[in-house]
């Protein structure tokens, strides 16, 4: 019978992040995040897609320029080698969003067999926002901070009476599963989350980004920062580098840079009406998402928007 022989494997550590394994990092008021346990490091990933060499037989720079290409040509597997699990304590209004990402493995308190968390994001009477008047689901600026007293007041009186309530039902011997059904979206529930770093990637540069709620963009800045930072700082470096500080241009955006940095302003405007980015001549100049897109791109790379003086 034939036999093989392998090398010795050891777990990958890191210590910058065993350093903090338990530790919870706050969030909000009564929130936080905390490292459980992880598998793989950078060197996993590098690992992985040298699956034919073995620990040792590539320098440094030489991983941290593949690991690079990688993520920059979106060679996702090498990166699903890494996985983390996470403890997070998190509003459940935000917690809707986050379970969306389906890519992790999930188990979260339940308030059908235990009492429910006593505890409720509050906000504070300069934080309460404004609706976006131009994204529906996003906020912009804040209320006055007189308005803003009031409706903390309600919060608290509201928060009380739902959590009264609760006791109460729970004392009279309702069902867990009923007595909680008037709790409010700010109670905070618990979870373990446990994804691989592919997938952490991608729910990271969606709630970091500017337009993701605040609540939930501070869960992910926390997780970026304070933990994947540590766990695998190349990929991370290039995750900021090719995804969280990168614009990405599509072929209508690359054809009227082009035009543009030819100083063709014409012929970039022609290009923007024949991709319905701009409205035709004659016409009055309406909101346009796509259009709108461009010209933040444009800003970002020191360039003239060539239809901006037709604005009214």
């Known amino acids: 019978m034939e036999t093989r022989q392998f090398e010795n494997l050891e777990r990958p550590i890191v210590p910058e992040l065993d350093a903090i394994l338990g530790e919870p990092f706050p969030v909000l008021d009564d929130g936080f995040v905390r490292v459980v346990d992880y598998m793989g490091t950078d060197s996993s990933i590098v690992q992985a897609a040298r699956v034919s060499y073995g620990k040792g037989t590539r320098q440094v720079r030489q991983d941290r320029g593949l690991i690079r290409y990688l993520l920059r040509h979106h060679h996702t597997t090498p990166f699903e080698m890494c996985e983390i699990k996470l403890h997070v304590r998190v509003p459940m209004d935000a917690w809707r969003q986050w379970i969306r990402h389906r890519t992790a493995n999930v188990n979260e308190y339940s308030t059908r067999y235990s009492i429910a968390i006593d505890a409720a994001q509050k906000t504070e009477p300069d934080a ?99 933990i994947v930072r540590r766990w695998c700082p190349i990929a991370w470096e290039a995750f900021l580098d090719y995804r969280t500080h990168a614009t990405e241009l599509t072929r209508i955006d690359t054809d009227i840079i082009a035009a543009i940095t030819k100083g063709d302003a014409t012929r970039a405007i022609t290009l923007a009406r024949a991709h319905e980015l701009l409205p035709q001549e004659g016409e009055l100049l309406r909101r346009n998402m796509e259009r709108e897109e461009l010209e933040a791109k444009l800003t970002t790379l020191g360039l003239p928007i060539p239809w901006e003086e037709n604005k009214e």
Request: aromatic share 10%; proline share 2%.
């Open 128 to 226: 309460w926002r404004l609706q976006a008047t131009s994204n529906r689901q996003g906020s912009e600026g804040f209320i006055d901070p007189a308005a803003g007293v009031r409706f903390t007041e309600q919060e608290r009186q509201l928060h009380d009476l739902a959590k009264t309530m609760y006791k109460a039902r729970i004392e009279a011997g309702v069902a867990r599963e009923q007595a909680r059904k008037d709790l409010p979206l700010a109670t905070y529930t618990e979870a373990y989350w446990k994804v691989d770093l592919h997938n952490l990637l991608h729910f990271l540069r969606l709630r970091m980004d500017a337009h993701a709620q605040y609540e939930i963009r501070v869960y992910a800045e926390t997780i970026g920062n304070e």
